[in-house]
């Protein structure tokens, strides 16, 4: 056995630690500009000066080590702020502001916050306001507009007098770099805490993953408060990339950024692709800069697949991934592979070992119906003030997905369904997801979800919740006749039931909680 032990200096040498990221690729890229956030842009070097002066003021300010929330919507300010949290070794607590005063409050008092960095703008919603003064905590207010009042101080002030220099802070692999909640659809969210180290590698692997070059200009569509898009922005970043930064998504917009910023890879949901190229203008944009589209958290009907290639871009890639094995886990190229349908999740990342499994832990051959888990470096420390649970959601020594898959015979993996999604009617399994996609393959379908509802004689029966495209008529009649054509007979829904919207997280997963309360009577009484 060889035992080294270690100097301060000797482990500031080899160190994983996320707020080197930055500082890395501003020693590479410097004048580079790495965010384009409407007309403001920071190079690299100013986006490390600027996050190291807010490192500075974090480890002056607050308890070395404890956790700082942020409630932000995407702006520049904010990408300074995660890595100048990261820089001063303080947890990041990132918060979904699209949940109500309730839930933001239980989940910065459950992961014990310190001090918060918010929005003006949310600051300034009474219920916030009342929530965030009940509170207490110190506030740092980004994007302010004037002189902010009380114990609030604006991010601006903060970073003045600080020094440019990176934080010398000791930071260890396993250290923790954020809590992360989980959407916490089926009860209370859940804490998910990573390390620099497996947040580090994911985001490595992700610059072979989304094959990041440094003359690329990259999307930042969806919330930066969510993993997915976190992990693209920070790999992006660690590769020298430039990122244009949007607070929300609007389809005008990202057409006219495409051609204005020569935008080279965009990143979103398949509803942002089809809303997209739904507009008139999409007719006759330029679109020769982009050389890649990734979509995530939805399947993609062929038809939307065929379009975008078509149209946009040939090279389409699917990624998946969780929050608790911070993504990427899986890659699958539709077209590229050759004749699988739409609901493949195709191959693990390069740093992700996959298996199939079922309920007792014994792992499944190929072609076997069961959970899909994982394994690798990427997986969280677990969930905070919860041994319980991350027990469960990582016994037998895999990370446990909640997802049921199996591998065809070129070793791709198709996804099945959520098991929690799984319809149960008349002693059959029917994947909810199969429902969905043959759905979503009308032409008047916006959009589609399948639950199962309480059936007095099939246990559950499936129903169909369907959005159905602006001025294209289409009966429920005529739905169940295009159902009947394409699914075996206790696959068809029971009922379908048309809607102007459905319910969704911030980042377009479906709620389908919300529509099970909602339809639970359909067939009862």
């Not at 270690?6 to 590479?28: C, N």
């Not at 829904?493 to 359909?522: D, N």
Request: some cysteine.
């Amino acid at each position: 056995m060889i035992n080294i032990s270690e100097t301060a200096e000797q482990k500031r040498i080899g160190r994983v630690a996320l707020g080197d990221m930055v500082h890395r690729s501003a020693q590479r890229a410097g004048d580079h500009i790495a965010l384009i956030d409407g007309d403001e842009h920071l190079s690299y070097t100013e986006l490390d000066v600027q996050s190291s002066r807010f490192g500075h003021f974090l480890r002056s300010a607050f308890p070395a080590g404890g956790q700082i929330a942020t409630l932000c919507a995407n702006s520049a300010e904010f990408v300074v702020a995660i890595n100048g949290i990261h820089k001063a070794g303080n947890v990041w607590v990132p918060v979904n502001i699209m949940l109500g005063a309730e839930e933001i409050g239980y989940i910065l008092r459950h992961a014990e916050t310190t001090a918060i960095v918010a929005d003006e703008e949310v600051c300034q919603e009474p219920k916030m306001a009342a929530m965030l003064e009940e509170l207490g905590l110190p506030l740092i207010v980004t994007r302010a507009g004037g002189e902010t009042g009380g114990a609030a101080r604006a991010f601006s002030v903060v970073l003045r007098g600080q020094p440019d220099t990176l934080p010398e802070v000791e930071i260890d692999a396993q250290r923790p770099a954020l809590i992360m909640y989980t959407s916490g659809t089926t009860g209370q969210p859940k804490g998910v805490v990573h390390s620099h180290g497996s947040v580090h590698c994911a985001l490595i692997a992700n610059i072979a993953n989304f094959g990041y070059r440094q003359d690329d200009v990259v999307t930042c569509l969806l919330p930066l408060f969510h993993c997915g898009q976190h992990n693209a922005a920070a790999a992006a970043l660690a590769a020298g990339a430039s990122i244009v930064i949007s607070r929300g998504f609007n389809p005008a917009q990202l057409i006219a950024d495409i051609s204005a910023q020569r935008i080279s890879m965009v990143i979103g949901l398949p509803m942002m692709y089809r809303a997209t190229l739904a507009l008139p203008a999409a007719a006759s944009a330029d679109f020769s800069s982009v050389r890649r589209c990734v979509y995530a958290m939805a399947p993609m009907p062929q038809e939307l697949i065929a379009e975008i290639r078509a149209r946009i871009c040939s090279d389409l890639m699917l990624v998946t991934g969780q929050t608790e094995i911070y993504p990427l886990t899986m890659i699958y190229r539709p077209g590229a592979e050759g004749g699988q349908s739409a609901n493949y999740w195709g191959v693990s990342s390069p740093i992700v070992e996959t298996a199939i499994m079922d309920d007792d832990g014994r792992l499944l051959p190929q072609g076997e119906v069961g959970e899909i888990v994982h394994r690798g470096p990427n997986v969280m420390l677990g969930y905070f003030k919860d041994p319980e649970a991350t027990a469960e959601v990582q016994k037998f020594g895999w990370h446990h997905t909640g997802d049921i898959g199996r591998f065809d015979a070129c070793g791709q993996m198709q996804f099945l369904d959520r098991k929690k999604d799984l319809i149960k009617t008349g002693g059959e399994n029917v994947a909810s997801i199969k429902v969905e996609s043959t759905i979503l393959g009308h032409p008047a379908v916006a959009g589609a979800a399948a639950i199962g509802i309480p059936h007095p004689h099939w246990d559950e029966a499936v129903c169909a919740v369907v959005v159905l495209k602006p001025d294209v008529p289409c009966s429920e009649a005529e739905l169940e006749t295009w159902c009947r054509e394409r699914l075996g007979r206790f696959e068809i829904p029971k009922a379908i039931r048309f809607v102007t919207e459905l319910p969704t997280t911030a980042t377009g997963k479906l709620r389908k909680v919300a529509l099970r309360r909602e339809f639970e009577g359909l067939f009862i009484g």
